[in-house]
């Protein structure tokens, strides 16, 4: 079954992203990244190529034909299917894809409205039995 786990309190979804997406890279693990736009996509493509500033974390699009062999995949559309490590959602609905995925990772920003579709992805998971743990980041010092 999925481990499910939510990093709240998040003050930069997309930083917050990279960093658990150089931990992943770091521990051999690959990493689907599910974004809600382009946009979203594109920026946290940016942001991986400058950070962390001295390392290079292989990362492409899912349509991307280097994709399979690919640790770090970033996804907008649900087609781009893998790997079955961990899927990072960015988005706000839960991802209809996530239970074939060992863990699944939620990022929650500190606005109400991100919290209030945090805590109905939560209550989803939790009703159907799933593990979920939770990682505050507010008082872990904004590291993890």
Known sequence: MTQVDFY?????????????????????????????????????????????????????????AAAPVTPIIIDCTGDGLLNDDILLNLCGERPQHFSRYQRLIEIVASDDEDRRLARDRYK???????????????QAGGAH
Not at 10 to 39: E, H, I, M, N, S
Not at 124 to 138: K, N, V, W
Request: aromatic share 12%; proline share 4%.
């Open 8 to 64: 709240v309190h998040v003050d930069d979804k997309v930083r917050t992203a990279v960093r658990l997406a150089a931990k992943a890279y770091q521990r051999g693990r690959k990493l689907t990244v599910f974004c809600p736009d382009a946009a979203t996509a594109e920026r946290f493509d940016r942001t991986l190529w400058t950070s962390p500033a001295l390392s290079f974390i292989p990362h492409c699009h899912a349509h991307d």
């Open 124 to 138: 989803f998971y939790r009703d159907r039995g799933y593990e979920i743990r939770t990682h505050d980041l507010a």
